[in-house]
């Protein structure tokens, strides 16, 4: 079922490729007007808007570092500034480093991933918060990882448990401009990030982890997302969606 998100203008984070691409595409399929953000990837963002405006929808591109405080704020800026308004915000852009053990994480790597995945979620929060009118939507994409504790995988997850925990204090704080404030923490999700570097039998064992006997898709998760990008969504804040088939 399609959440009705028509005159609404929704901002995507890392909606270059995979599953922020899906999210994209389908809250315009919903009648959203969608502000695409990559951070390098153009020609992804371009083919991201060239498919919402294809199906009919109404798209354009806009390049920030999440991480940049004076880069969010100026992201916003141009978002409104193109669509007069800004109701939903998917803060999807992430990025992950190669597994290793937490004693054999460099420093580097973790602060990569946490400038990114949590300073970037953040920041794209707070001017979120600062924006949005009253009933608008926040999602983020969290990871079940932060809950299996799979091993090789400390500095990601620590960064995503840090969405969760900042997803439950902002959706008290805006419960008053009745904004919700909701994540989303999908299992393995066939794309080709996931798939980069793996053999067939390392993607059968991801499979593995779910009953279902198989990895999620790209436009699964969007689903998730856009039932709580939508007005159906109206009374749930605060959680965390597990939207991992099964695995826990």
């Not at 595409?25 to 963002?45: C, F, K, N, P, T």
């Not at 079940?144 to 995988?153: D, I, M, V, Y």
């Not at 404030?181 to 999908?186: E, G, I, K």
Request: charged share 20%; proline share 3%; net charge positive.
């Amino acid at each position: 079922m399609k959440a009705d998100n028509r005159g609404k203008v929704a901002l995507v984070t890392g909606a270059s490729k995979g599953i922020g691409q899906a999210i994209a595409e389908r809250l315009a399929a919903d009648g959203a007007s969608i502000a695409v953000h990559y951070g390098e990837d153009a020609a992804g963002a371009a083919e991201t808007v060239r498919r919402i405006e294809a199906a009919g929808g109404k798209a354009k591109a806009f390049s920030a570092n999440v991480a940049d405080a004076a880069g969010v704020k100026s992201l916003f800026g141009a978002v409104q500034a193109a669509f007069g308004r800004v109701d939903v915000v998917v803060n999807n852009a992430g990025i992950n480093v190669a597994a290793a053990p937490i004693a054999d994480t460099s420093e580097a790597d973790f602060d990569r991933v946490m400038q990114i995945n949590a300073k970037g979620v953040f920041l794209v929060m707070r001017e979120a918060a600062r924006c949005l009118a009253e009933d608008g939507r926040i999602v983020s994409i969290a990871t079940t990882l932060s809950l299996t504790a799979r091993p090789g995988f400390g500095a990601y997850a620590a960064s995503k448990a840090a969405v969760e925990g900042l997803t439950r204090v902002l959706a008290r704080e805006l419960a008053g401009k009745r904004i919700t404030v909701n994540a989303v923490a999908p299992g393995p999700v066939d794309t080709a990030l996931f798939r980069k570097g793996k053999s067939e039998a390392q993607l059968q064992f991801s499979a593995g982890f779910s009953p279902l006997n198989r990895v999620g898709k790209p436009d699964e998760v969007a689903s998730v997302v856009a039932f709580l990008a939508g007005p159906e969504s109206s009374w749930m804040t605060g959680q965390v969606v597990r939207a991992n088939g099964g695995w826990i």
